[in-house]
């Protein structure tokens, strides 16, 4: 455990250097005061020699818990190469403040900026739900014109195409709510969880100190990967249960069954290319999927959808998707739809051949 913490060692003895150089005391036994000007000159090498032996002294007499509250200071991250300009070095300055700041243990830390960032996106996801709630209301005022836009498509009709095109969009625009606002969701969520992973990540090949020894249970070491591959087991339980207690956005269309059922197969398969991360990316996972199964429980709940202004469902999602076909069964009627033109056209092509090879042969004879 020693030897994982002598890591710091260069930012302990720039702090040493600093206090014992500065001190009345080491300054009045070097006797600095009463030196001529060609005498300082002479003692300068032993002034540094003094400062360097202070120094090593400082750091083999330090105990090891001295050593991880002196890395434990705001800047000491800059020092080791983190805290850049970017969001991962945003996240890193984040678990650096909340460590010094609250003295809590590094997975305690990790855990606490997990909610934080998660609580920050509240405002975001309380605005998804609502659009895609109005969206499921007026569902079946958009399937009743979107199949009237296919058959006008299908029919070559641009009269009619540019009509339901039209009253689709203002569809949307008088109950202020549109398709493309949920994809919000995604855009925010994977950056976030990418950066989490990066920040996390850099923290442990440094290491940084107290992430070998500040673990819980049996994943002590945050730098290093689950020896036991428990956290790649239940972080996959984690997203597992969120599929099955719902989307977090609130929104369900007749594809989603199918969906879910390709993401339970992503879910066991990740969990053997997921078992090198460090242990302290799982302490980030599993947090986080601990709050989405809460947000998603507490978002059904009518009083809490009443609190945030979130329409209730005039019917359930089940009902709504009732005659509606998933994906596989609209894959397949395009792909018909798409032969049925496909012949069309090629018949209409031999009659125009056929038609122009019977006024040839007029004109001949």
């Given at each position: 455990m020693a030897s994982t913490r002598v890591q710091p060692l260069g930012v302990v003895a720039k702090r040493a250097s600093t206090r014992m150089l500065g001190n009345s005391v080491l300054l009045n036994h070097i006797g600095v005061r009463h030196l001529s000007t060609e005498e300082t000159v002479t003692e300068t090498p032993k002034v540094m020699d003094s400062a360097n032996e202070i120094i090593q002294q400082a750091a083999q007499t330090s105990s090891p818990d001295a050593l991880v509250q002196a890395a434990a200071?705001?800047?000491?991250?800059?020092?080791?190469?983190?805290?850049?300009?970017?969001?991962?070095?945003?996240?890193?300055?984040?678990?650096?403040?909340?460590?010094?700041?609250?003295?809590?243990?590094?997975?305690?830390?990790?855990?606490?900026?997990?909610?934080?960032?998660?609580?920050?996106?509240?405002?975001?996801?309380?605005?998804?739900?609502?659009?895609?709630?109005?969206?499921?209301?007026?569902?079946?005022?958009?399937?009743?014109?979107?199949?009237?836009?296919?058959?006008?498509?299908?029919?070559?009709?641009?009269?009619?195409?540019?009509?339901?095109?039209?009253?689709?969009?203002?569809?949307?625009?008088?109950?202020?709510?549109?398709?493309?606002?949920?994809?919000?969701?995604?855009?925010?969520?994977?950056?976030?969880?990418?950066?989490?992973?990066?920040?996390?990540?850099?923290?442990?090949?440094?290491?940084?100190?107290?992430?070998?020894?500040?673990?819980?249970?049996?994943?002590?070491?945050?730098?290093?990967k689950d020896p036991y591959y428990i956290l790649p087991v239940v972080s996959a339980a984690g997203v597992m249960a969120v599929l099955e207690a719902g989307t977090e956005a609130g929104a369900s269309n007749p594809q989603s069954k199918g969906m879910k059922n390709v993401f339970r197969g992503l879910t066991l398969v990740m969990i053997p290319f997921t078992a090198w991360m460090p242990s302290?990316?799982?302490?980030?996972?599993?947090?986080?999927?601990?709050?989405?199964?809460?947000?998603?429980?507490?978002?059904?709940?009518?009083?809490?959808?009443?609190?945030?202004?979130?329409?209730?469902?005039?019917?359930?999602?089940?009902?709504?998707?009732k005659n509606t076909k998933g994906f596989m069964e609209n894959f397949k009627d395009q792909q018909k739809h798409h032969d049925k033109l496909e012949k069309e056209r090629a018949i209409r092509e031999r009659q125009q051949a056929s038609a122009a090879a019977r006024r040839a042969a007029k004109r001949r004879f």
């Amino acid at each position: 455990m020693a030897s994982t913490r002598v890591q710091p060692l260069g930012v302990v003895a720039k702090r040493a250097s600093t206090r014992m150089l500065g001190n009345s005391v080491l300054l009045n036994h070097i006797g600095v005061r009463h030196l001529s000007t060609e005498e300082t000159v002479t003692e300068t090498p032993k002034v540094m020699d003094s400062a360097n032996e202070i120094i090593q002294q400082a750091a083999q007499t330090s105990s090891p818990d001295a050593l991880v509250q002196a890395a434990a200071q705001m800047g000491d991250f800059k020092a080791l190469g983190l805290c850049n300009m970017t969001p991962v070095g945003g996240l890193e300055a984040m678990f650096e403040y909340i460590h010094v700041t609250s003295g809590l243990p590094w997975w305690s830390t990790i855990a606490l900026a997990t909610i934080a960032v998660r609580v920050a996106l509240l405002p975001l996801m309380i605005k998804i739900q609502r659009n895609n709630a109005k969206l499921m209301n007026i569902n079946p005022d958009v399937n009743r014109i979107m199949e009237n836009l296919k058959s006008a498509q299908a029919q070559g009709d641009s009269l009619a195409t540019g009509k339901y095109t039209q009253e689709i969009q203002s569809l949307f625009k008088k109950n202020d709510c549109h398709p493309m606002k949920s994809m919000g969701l995604p855009l925010i969520q994977m950056p976030v969880m990418i950066s989490f992973f990066m920040a996390i990540r850099s923290m442990a090949e440094v290491p940084v100190p107290g992430l070998s020894d500040e673990g819980i249970l049996w994943f002590q070491n945050l730098a290093e990967k689950d020896p036991y591959y428990i956290l790649p087991v239940v972080s996959a339980a984690g997203v597992m249960a969120v599929l099955e207690a719902g989307t977090e956005a609130g929104a369900s269309n007749p594809q989603s069954k199918g969906m879910k059922n390709v993401f339970r197969g992503l879910t066991l398969v990740m969990i053997p290319f997921t078992a090198w991360m460090p242990s302290g990316v799982f302490v980030y996972w599993v947090t986080s999927n601990f709050f989405s199964i809460g947000q998603i429980l507490a978002l059904k709940n009518p009083a809490v959808r009443s609190v945030f202004n979130i329409p209730k469902l005039l019917k359930k999602p089940e009902e709504l998707h009732k005659n509606t076909k998933g994906f596989m069964e609209n894959f397949k009627d395009q792909q018909k739809h798409h032969d049925k033109l496909e012949k069309e056209r090629a018949i209409r092509e031999r009659q125009q051949a056929s038609a122009a090879a019977r006024r040839a042969a007029k004109r001949r004879f």
